[in-house]
DNA sequence: CGTACTTTTGAATCGCATCAAATCTGGTGG
DNA sequence: CCACCAGATTTGATGCGATTCAAAAGTACG
């Protein structure tokens, strides 16, 4: 990859930058359509996967043939255990046309080791997918939109405020909710002033109004 | 070796056996009553926790008072990213009369670096727990009890066969159902033929008929 | 200016939560 | 060994909230 290609990754909020440059060079540009399996369950992992856009899954056929998805992924690493491991245990499958780095694995473990920064790097992005996630557990398990809204804005957002970087729609997708059910539940929210939204540049601003 | 057999090697659990003997011995155990604060938000980590029994939180409180529940956990680390930071975010609280092992952080931390072998134990850690979280994720964002059910059997299981560490009653909170939902949608999974459950030696093991 | 997408509202339905209460169970102490 | 207790398991009735299906209005972008 060249370096202005580079360079235009690291303003975005999970940065790249800090693997090493020996690597970065051996990393390619993989471009994937819709449907297209990127790694089959059971092979030898050959490369480290970085979504850049797109949709990915991690997916296993269920004995009765049923889909069960293990990892949905639209930008960052995936599967990041495949380090580790002698063999995927469920297909890596693109769902929409998606653009994906790969890093050739044998390198990357190796120099996991060797390099400190480059492993203190793997270790706070693995630590920060962690903590992400697991307040990503405790808001699912919430049984109401409203709850679920609130989770989000609190462990999301600063001081009551929280600026949204996609459409309500995602992000009723990601709160595991339908866009209907959120965009009902934020309007009443509204109505009650426990939130005020505010649309400035396409962005939309929530703000939490204290009772 | 087949995937089937690696999958059997990594469900190890979680062990803490391959952290340095010198971290182990300094580390104390702690027995926390429940409602005990075990750290404060903003206070600067001074320990890595690991939860050997009882069920610890980190929560925080929102501008209008109401609890957000960060991480709950029940064994295994907590606040991984605690390491790489400077004060923590939330508060940390034992919700049951719990035992933690202490481990000072400045060496635990101090020795990530230098240790290889220690290094690639946290990795290998945070990935697994990455991987697990995900899953749970994926499945906690399913609409019906049922799926979340299959979900967990596919995804926990091998082969259609999972045998239960727990009572039914708290896998319900893991599958983030009430228990009765659970009740009732393995009684009518079972009555279908789709799971059939068997008792023995006190332990609940589920397995899954093929259609 | 048309197209694809998001946002918005409506109505009907379904599944789970909730509250309640009755067993069943393992483990305890007498 | 038995009585007893705390917890898990089971079943029932009811209501709420989200899903689902449908359709209209708004918005971004070429």
Redesign the pocket.
């Given at each position: 990859m060249t370096p202005d290609q580079w360079s235009a990754l690291e303003a975005v909020h999970l940065d790249i930058a800090p693997i090493p440059a020996q690597l970065r060079e051996q990393a390619s540009e993989l471009h994937v359509a819709a449907g297209m399996i990127v790694a089959n369950l059971g092979s030898r992992p050959k490369f480290m996967y970085f979504i850049r856009a797109g949709e990915i899954r991690l997916r296993r056929l269920s004995i009765n043939g049923a889909e069960v998805v293990l990892q949905r992924g639209t930008y960052g690493f995936v599967a990041e255990a495949s380090l580790a491991t002698a063999a995927y245990h469920c297909d890596i499958v693109a769902v929409e046309d998606s653009v994906l780095l790969a890093f050739p694995i044998k390198p990357f473990a190796e120099l996991l080791p060797t390099d400190t920064s480059f492993a203190n790097y793997w270790m706070t992005t693995l630590a920060r997918e962690v903590r992400s996630l697991r307040a990503q557990c405790e808001r699912l398990a919430l049984?109401?939109?409203?709850e679920r809204i609130q989770h989000y804005i609190e462990s999301e957002g600063r001081d009551g405020r929280l600026e949204l970087r996609q459409?309500?729609?995602?992000w009723a997708a990601e709160l595991?909710?339908?866009?209907?059910?959120l965009?009902?539940?934020?309007?009443s929210m509204t109505a009650e002033g426990a939130v005020r939204l505010e649309t400035s540049a396409?962005r939309?601003v929530l703000l939490v109004k204290p009772l």
């Open positions: 049984r109401t939109a409203r459409t309500r729609k995602a595991g909710l339908t866009h209907e059910a965009y009902r539940t934020l309007s396409n939309v």
